[in-house]
Structures are given as structure tokens and as C-alpha cells.
């Protein structure tokens, strides 16, 4: 029998503070609120609480996959974390939702690949599964916690950027589920956007802190403006390319939630109709790595749903500049 992994169960959280647009009008004294809605999509954004770390956001959506599969925690056999804005530089944030939710089974690792990372880590999940018979069940989880990193007079990184988790259950057995993934990269933008401070590179010495202030997230220098345009149809096209399965054939796609505008130019790139999308940034802000699978547990708890046999492509992409795409029917 071939081995093959599927989702088993979705999960999500958003921590309870809501920051809406207005806050931003009263702080840097112009209309933040009417820019966002028109040009990115976003109304407001969720900020976690001072006793919550990113470990507490993605065990909240673990435990909601775990509960909704029927598991319970000792039943994980892997648990990968993508974040960039973990718990500690070391160890993993992946140990630390492990101890939290009691899953003594579970192998663990981090995944960074920035706002990338949870696609990147859902292929590197499946493909686990599918070769080595150890691992059953897995968890894979986005965690993002950038509310610690932002520089609240930066109005271009502190209006955008938000806290949240998502999460899926993996199961292996023959029924249908990861088709095909793609990943890339584009390497020389490694120092356009991240957090430069903290790690080997600018280390949080005294000096360090009075030249730089604390480890924040900086936009250093711009991003093509039509990077996503240009590489997310290109992407999407070859990873179908390897299911032998074409843009027809996607019942779903689901995108980085960073910009609707961008979302609606793909989609119309691709000769998709946009109800063949979902997006969450207008109510939860942009939070990197968790926003796709936030959207995608969203997407399945709504009336509009997800039916068995249908084909769900992830796009994503992320500081680095990294890239990744990867196709699933839906079980």
C-alpha cells in the first residue's frame, strides 16, 4: 500500500485583543484606517495577551485540531512549528508545545522559513509520512507572534503585522490527500525584510542595542513591488505541473494574507473566479506564517466549507525571499 498523508483536522486561534484601524488614525495623525481597507484589506488585527508567548498561540489551535480529530496529544507522533518569532532562539518552540500539551511521543523541530514556513513545513510533513512508517500522526502548526517585534511609530510594519495560530492534524494511510509541492527561493532579498537583531549576525550586546534598539521587524530595503505576481502564478503552475492536474482542477486556492489587492490580481492572472479564494486579513491582520492555515480552518468552519475530494493549493511566500506552494485533496 502506498503510504500518503492527509489532513485529518484544522485548528486556529486569534488572541482575544482587537486593535482596529482607528487606533493607528489617533497615533500617527492621518487616515490609516481608509489606506488599509482599499489598498491591503485590513480592518483590524489581534495582538496577544503580556502572558501569552507564540508556544501558548499555537498550542490554543493544536489542541482545537487535536479535539476535532478525535486525538488526543499522546497520539502525535511529530510536531514542527513554523515561526520566526519563536519562544527562545534555542531550543526549538516545537519542545515547548510538545511539554505543553503532554504529547511525550512526539518528535519535534522548528521550521523557519519566515511567512513561508507552515506551506514549507506541510510538504516537508507529507513527505515525512510518506517515507518512514514511524510517524502516523503529525501536527503542523504556524505560530506567529510579531506584536513582540514591532517598533509602534514604524506606521509601515506596526499597522500590518498581527498574532495568531493555525493548525492541522496529518494522518497517514492510502486515502488521497498531499499531490505535489514546490519550493523556492530567491536569496539575494535575504536583508530587504526581518529581524536583523538578536541572532550571530547582530547579537543583542550592549552596543548592538544603543546603534539598533532591540530586535524589531524592519522593512531595510523595498521588494519589487510585483514579486507576488510575478512568482505566485509561475509557482502555482508548476507544482500542478506535477500532480498532472491543471488550474481548472483547483477548487481552492489559499494565499500569504498579506494584501487582498494582490490576492484579486493573481486570481484574475490565473483566470480564476475569486470565490475560488478565502481571506482573513480584513479581520485578524497579517500574521505571517499562521495566516494560511488560519485561513484555512477558517474556510472550513464556515458555511461555505470544504467537501470531500475537493483540491486546495497553498501559496506562499515570505522574508528570505522564500517560497512555497503545495496541493491537497481535501478528505
Not at 512526539?106 to 506541510?122: I, P
Not at 507572534?145 to 493548525?167: C, E, H, Q, V, W
Not at 482542477?249 to 470565490?275: A, C, H, K, S
Not at 479581520?283 to 470531500?308: E, H, Q, V
Request: net charge neutral; aromatic share 10%; proline share 5%.
Amino acid at each position: 500500500m502506498t503510504r500518503c498523508a492527509y489532513i485529518l483536522s484544522t485548528g486556529g486561534y486569534a488572541p482575544a485583543q482587537v486593535v482596529p484601524n482607528a487606533v493607528f488614525d489617533a497615533r500617527f495623525g492621518e487616515s490609516i484606517d481608509e489606506w488599509l481597507r482599499a489598498n491591503v484589506g485590513i480592518r483590524e488585527r489581534r495582538y496577544m495577551a503580556a502572558d501569552e508567548t507564540t508556544s501558548d498561540l499555537a498550542v490554543a489551535a493544536a489542541r482545537q485540531a487535536l479535539e476535532r480529530a478525535g486525538l488526543d496529544a499522546a497520539d502525535l507522533d511529530l510536531i514542527i512549528v513554523a515561526t520566526d518569532t519563536p519562544d527562545y532562539l534555542s531550543p526549538a518552540t516545537a519542545s515547548v508545545v510538545q511539554a505543553k500539551l503532554g504529547a511525550r511521543r512526539a518528535g519535534t523541530f522548528d521550521l523557519n522559513a519566515a511567512c513561508a514556513g507552515w506551506v514549507t513545513a506541510l510538504n516537508q510533513a507529507a513527505l515525512t509520512m510518506a517515507a518512514d512508517a514511524d510517524y502516523r500522526r503529525a501536527l503542523v502548526v504556524g505560530g506567529y507572534g510579531m506584536s513582540r517585534f514591532l517598533d509602534p511609530n514604524d506606521k509601515y510594519t506596526a499597522t500590518l503585522f498581527a498574532d495568531g495560530a493555525g493548525a492541522v492534524i496529518l494522518a497517514a494511510g492510502d486515502k488521497p490527500g498531499f499531490l505535489a509541492g514546490k519550493l523556492q527561493a530567491v536569496g539575494e532579498f535575504h536583508d530587504g525584510m526581518g529581524i536583523y537583531t538578536g541572532g550571530a549576525f547582530r547579537p543583542c550586546t550592549p552596543e548592538t542595542l544603543a546603534a539598533f534598539g532591540p530586535p524589531r521587524v524592519q522593512f531595510v530595503r523595498k521588494f519589487p513591488r510585483a514579486f507576488n505576481t510575478e512568482y505566485w502564478p509561475a509557482l502555482i503552475q508548476a507544482t500542478l505541473n506535477k500532480a498532472k492536474l491543471s488550474l481548472a482542477d483547483v477548487d481552492w486556492f489559499l494565499f500569504t494574507q498579506i494584501n487582498l489587492r494582490t490576492i484579486e490580481m493573481v486570481m484574475t492572472m490565473l483566470g480564476q473566479p475569486i470565490e475560488k479564494t478565502h481571506w482573513v486579513m480584513d479581520k485578524w491582520g497579517y500574521t505571517g506564517s499562521a495566516c494560511l492555515p488560519m485561513a484555512l480552518d477558517d474556510l472550513a468552519m464556515t458555511r461555505r466549507g470544504l467537501k470531500p475530494g475537493q483540491t486546495v493549493m497553498f501559496c506562499a511566500s515570505g522574508g528570505g525571499i522564500a517560497l512555497a506552494a503545495s496541493l491537497w485533496r481535501w478528505a
